[in-house]
């Protein structure tokens, strides 16, 4: 089944060449002047993946990405010509983004970023058909890939808080450094950075904490990294009912679940956005 990209952007250029690479990529995509046709479209249309350009005449790109984030669990790439520092970078990741891209940028890389943001995350469960971790009246369930709050609820999480969550769950109470988490989100385009990773954890505290931030689950050490605070309860099928997780039984176990390798990006010499 073909997956369904939007590419908005104002330059009328810029956007139909997007829309034309990623129709030869094996994609469906959907090209859009702004986000009013952006809107439309996405009233229409189940979209798996949304580009946008940071600059755009009348409504602001992080504007999107925000509007966006609000009602969907979609990855969006920002696209934009200018250079950006860190800190605005983070401002978008924080806004609802999962990638930037600056342009000049290769087709091929583009085409890479867009696959890499539509893998689903790759959890290895060693033993089990259905494994599932319970901390504190919720639950995790890797094979599915869901988050159930304790009323039994599904909560959306985005890939790459699904990444991290999973890494904090398999090692409870143990101290992870934000390079440990990053090594766990698969992420080949290497554009996030330990920066991305606070974002991310912000994201997950506000969905798991609801409204009690003085109890978070996820403890900050300070100069170091994340904890994950409540004991965690892993319950595979095909092995062992279940096991209570604490640090003594992740000293052998690691933090990193094995991942299919993805096709690393590579830069065209010409063809390249530069607009």
């Known amino acids: 089944m073909q997956r369904h990209i939007a590419v908005v952007d104002d330059d009328p250029f810029i956007r139909q060449m997007l829309a034309e690479c990623l129709e030869e990529a094996g994609f469906q995509a959907h090209a859009c002047a702004g986000g009013a046709e952006l809107d439309l479209l996405m009233g229409r249309l189940p979209i798996d993946l949304v580009v946008v350009d940071l600059n755009l005449d009348g409504e602001d790109g992080l504007d999107i990405v925000k509007r966006i984030a609000q009602r969907e669990t979609i990855p969006v790439i ?5 250079r950006i520092e860190n800190a605005d970078k983070a401002i978008g990741l ?11 940028f290769g087709i091929q890389e583009f085409v890479a970023r867009i696959r890499v943001s539509l893998r689903p995350p790759m959890i290895a469960v060693e033993r089990a058909v259905e494994q599932t971790f ?10 599915q890939l869901r988050l159930h709050d304790p ?5 959306d999480l985005s890939p790459n808080e699904f990444r991290v969550l999973a890494a904090l ?13 990053l090594r766990s989100k698969d ?10 990773i606070d974002v991310v954890v912000n994201r997950l505290r506000r969905k798991l904490d609801q409204g009690s ?3 978070s689950m996820i403890e900050t050490e300070r100069g170091i990294g994340y904890i994950f605070v409540p004991s965690v309860q892993q319950v595979d099928i095909r092995a062992e009912p279940h096991r209570l997780l604490s640090a003594t039984d992740t000293q052998h176990s690691g933090v990193s679940g094995q991942t299919a390798p993805g096709e690393p990006p590579s830069r065209l010499q010409c063809d390249k956005v530069q607009h």
């Not at 920002?78 to 200018?82: P, S």
């Not at 009323?151 to 909560?155: A, F, K, L, R």
């Not at 992420?187 to 991305?196: I, K, P, Q, T």
């Open 213 to 215: 931030p003085q109890h």
């Open 78 to 82: 920002i696209i934009t010509g200018e």
């Open 134 to 143: 319970r901390f504190s009246g919720w639950s995790l369930n890797m094979r």
């Open 94 to 104: 924080e806004f609802g983004a999962d990638d930037y891209l600056e342009k000049p």
């Open 151 to 155: 009323d039994g609820s599904p909560v």
């Open 187 to 196: 992420h080949d385009s290497g554009e996030l950075d330990c920066r991305a």
């Open 169 to 181: 769950v398999r090692s409870p109470q143990t101290v992870l450094s934000r390079e440990q988490l």
